[in-house]
């Protein structure tokens, strides 16, 4: 039996409208070795750059977690002057992880409804199961 390759088309068309709705500047779908799967970003913001950084702060964390024992990880929120980052771990399958990368304006202060629709249709599309 040959598994059914994901509609990636449909991945780049799902971060486009997190975007529109969210107002975010970029999406991004990584796995967390850093390797870009999908993204939609403005002109001035490298997708390369983001999908290598979810997967280091990502590691970090996810050390962190671990050492002070605080449970599963639910996302990371990193706000700046300018803006905020927000990476969430949407789906694992063995060992590999993926995580959606989103970057806003710091004007946005509703984040976590548009995310978690991006990240359970992203889950939808590739056959995960949560």
Do not use: W
């Not at 605080?70 to 002057?81: E, M, T």
């Not at 409804?113 to 599309?125: E, H, P, Q």
């Amino acid at each position: 039996m040959q598994m059914e390759r994901p509609d990636y088309s449909a991945l780049a068309r799902i971060l486009e409208e997190t975007n529109k709705e969210g107002g975010f500047i970029a999406s991004v779908l990584a796995r967390d070795d850093g390797f870009l799967i999908a993204s939609a970003v403005a002109p001035t913001t490298h997708p390369d750059v983001v999908a290598a950084m979810s997967g280091y702060v990502a590691d970090t964390v996810e050390r962190m977690r671990n050492e002070l024992g605080l449970g599963n990880l639910k996302d990371i929120s990193v706000r700046c002057s300018e803006g905020k980052a927000v990476f969430r771990k949407i789906a694992s399958q063995g060992k590999q992880s993926l995580i959606l990368a989103t970057i806003m304006p710091r004007n946005v202060r509703y984040h976590a409804r548009t995310i978690g629709k991006a990240s359970t249709l992203i889950r939808k599309v590739l056959g995960y199961k949560n």
